[in-house]
């Protein structure tokens, strides 16, 4: 009787041993990360890919650009996730590396009588004169010199912009700063700006409500919610003086002609980059992690999903109307790892 | 009196409490309710704490300053206070009638057979997730707006003198109007269950005698059911009101989110519950500090809203014993 009990309480004890043990290793390689909503869809997917691949669980909690930086340096997760590349002094501040993973486009979207996509040709200059509010009508002459032969009515224009805090407005207004020099002194670039005029909605699926709603708007959202819900988009002059339309090629043009290998951490607002094909509004995702990594295992498992992604993820984030990083991009990611993500003994985690 | 209570305990069966017993369940029962004004004190020191770089920058000003850039890191809360109140107006504006009329319709002339289905309707109508009324904002009553019923107001009450500057500017579908609209939608629901409530609790003796005396159902209404049941009618008008001005998603997506002060009800504006749900989550630095100044005003006014309305009741009590 006593010895099937001691018998029987031993398993228990084996039991919860064996259970204890496999909760723990398999939380060990729970990696946690937060930020940008906007590489959200890409990074769940190569999660879910890799998870399948090799039993890493990748927890991502897209809560915003702001946040996911806030959470990085507060140490309450793994790796964080932003729009907006940080500086140098806030990197060595909290003893972050920061890397590019992805980029991807922001087209302006109209909604005119008539017009389809690809038919209004718009100029930097022109499309910050619009949303400060001294472009004020679609037969103005700015708008007809760039696009002869196109019937532009004399319609109001009526700008529309997102209300929320986002990485999108910032590389948005990033570029318009960048083409037209009143808007850069006269608002700028952050995740929330003064909007001089118009009318503000909720996410992408805001801006594109209103612009489809009000007749003689325009707008701006990321190029994969355009295409998929058949918003009219525009074609854009780039920084060499060539009309292009928004597509995978013009972006991918954008992101190999950048100059990464002299941007300092990486700090590269992708706004007007040479070459006649590149489209000049896009933007990069940047993660951040910690230099000094207590956990070698957890760390290794980190970097391997972002290895591993950057090098075999490139059709999941193409399906996506993301920009996969250039070859000789992911090798000089690479080199930074190695040279500057340690374990707490002094050695590199990858390779 | 005392003897029945203790002799019914031991018939049955149950132990006497006792001393400790009584002490630990006051106890308990003073440190729950405590607990509430501790986080009521909590919220709001930590919403000063949070606030004190704004206020210190900007000073008393910040309340009254039309501002907000995030570039320069300049910020007021004129725009979002206007918004706010403008839309609560609005919001209560059209919803005070109209809740008095369902409640009155309910309680006075709605067969019985209705009764419960309408009933029913509304307190569903409080069911439904804030969102929800957002998106249906958005992409439905907007387009209408736009399409039909701004037009019809700028031809209309737009040439009014004076009124008319209220109505005025490109029909958008969306702004403080549809906002205070969507608003009241949404207050409605409280402001029509607690009235009906009150009403019910007119004793049917009152009702009956008035009849009697050969008054319509508009006069025992009048001075009948509202006299007696006014401090109700009140508090559900106020517990509207504070849901009104607090009110976050459904407002954010049809406010039009814009920080300039606008004559126009038609305009696009801003409410102080929106700004925050629009940019917590990007903001820091100074920006988060003003967005937590923010949060502080909307405390105080909720309170000054709160405390007017007891005010107001202790005087109406007073006046009419």
């Not at chain 1, 990485?167 to 318009?176: E, H, K």
């Amino acid at each position: 009787m006593s010895c099937t009990v001691v018998r029987t309480l031993r398993q228990a004890a084996f039991g919860t041993l064996a259970i204890l043990a496999m909760s723990s290793s398999a939380h060990a390689l729970d990696v946690t990360g937060a930020g940008s909503t906007f590489v959200n869809p890409v990074l769940q997917k190569w999660a879910e890919a890799y998870k399948a691949k090799t039993g890493v669980a990748i927890n991502y909690q897209s809560v915003g650009s702001g946040a996911g930086i806030k959470q990085i340096e507060g140490g309450t997760v793994d790796f964080g996730a932003t729009d907006k590349a940080l500086e140098a002094a806030e990197l060595a501040a909290n003893d972050l590396v920061q890397f590019p993973t992805i980029v991807g486009g922001i087209v302006p979207i109209v909604n005119l009588p008539g017009i389809k996509s690809g038919d209004i040709k718009l100029d930097g200059a022109t499309l910050g004169g619009i949303f400060l509010g001294t472009i004020k009508s679609w037969n103005d002459p700015a708008l007809v010199k760039d696009n002869p032969g196109v019937n532009l009515p004399n319609l109001p224009i009526t700008t529309v912009h997102r209300s929320d805090g986002s990485g999108t407005t910032y590389n948005f207004a990033y570029y318009l700063g960048s083409v037209n020099a009143d808007w850069q002194s006269k608002v700028g670039a952050a995740t929330a700006v003064d909007w001089p005029n118009g009318v503000g909605g909720k996410g992408n699926e805001g801006v594109s409500a209103l612009v489809q709603q009000t007749v003689g708007s325009i707008g701006y959202v990321e190029i994969a919610y355009a295409t998929q819900n058949k918003l009219t988009y525009t074609k854009m002059r780039n920084a060499d003086g060539y009309f292009v339309e928004p597509s995978l090629a013009t972006f991918q043009a954008a992101a190999a002609n950048a100059d990464w290998a002299t941007a300092p951490f990486y700090r590269l607002v992708l706004a007007s980059q040479p070459g006649k094909d590149s489209w000049p509004i896009t933007a990069a995702t940047f993660i951040l992690v910690h230099a000094k990594q207590a956990d070698a295992a957890k760390a290794k498992a980190m970097l391997g999903f972002f290895d591993w992604s950057l090098n075999n993820g490139q059709k999941m984030a193409e399906d996506l109307i993301y920009v996969p990083l250039p070859d000789k991009l992911v090798k000089q990611i690479e080199a930074t790892w190695a040279a500057n993500v340690k374990t707490s003994d002094g050695k590199p985690v990858l390779p | 009196m005392t003897n029945v209570t203790v002799t019914a305990d031991h018939s049955r069966g149950g132990a006497h409490p006792g001393r400790l017993g009584n002490f630990l369940f006051g106890g308990s029962a003073w440190i729950f309710a405590i607990l509430v004004l501790v986080l009521l004190l909590a919220v709001m020191v930590s919403l000063v704490i949070g606030a004190w770089p704004a206020f210190h920058q900007f000073g008393i000003a910040f309340v009254w300053t039309e501002a907000w850039n995030p570039v320069k890191d300049h910020y007021g809360a004129m725009a979002p206070l206007y918004g706010t109140l403008v839309t609560a107006v609005i919001a209560m504006g059209v919803g005070v009638p109209v809740s008095l009329g369902i409640a009155i319709f309910l309680t006075e002339l709605c067969p019985n057979s209705l009764k419960r289905p309408i009933s029913t309707a509304v307190e569903l109508l409080a069911a439904v997730p804030s969102i929800i009324y957002g998106m249906w904002g958005l992409f439905v009553l907007a387009p209408l707006m736009q399409k039909y019923f701004e037009p019809a107001l700028i031809a209309t009450l737009g040439n009014v003198p004076f009124l008319g500057d209220l109505f005025q500017g490109p029909p958008y579908g969306i702004g403080l109007f549809t906002a205070g609209l969507i608003l009241s939608a949404m207050v409605l629901p409280y402001m029509v269950s607690i009235m009906r409530d009150v009403f019910e609790t007119v004793p049917p003796q009152f009702r009956e005698s008035a009849y009697g005396l050969g008054a319509t159902t508009w006069e025992v209404v009048r001075s009948v059911v509202l006299p007696y049941s006014r401090v109700g009618v009140i508090g559900a008008f106020m517990l509207a009101l504070g849901r009104a001005l607090g009110e976050t998603m459904a407002v954010t997506f049809v406010v039009g989110n814009s920080y300039h002060i606008m004559k126009s009800f038609l305009a696009p504006g801003a409410t102080i519950a929106s700004s925050l749900a629009n940019e917590f989550a990007e903001a820091d630095g100074l920006q988060l500090s003003a967005l937590l100044a923010l949060g502080f005003l909307l405390f105080v006014l909720t309170f000054t809203v709160i405390g007017v309305a007891r005010l107001m009741l202790l005087r109406l009590q007073r006046k009419y014993g």
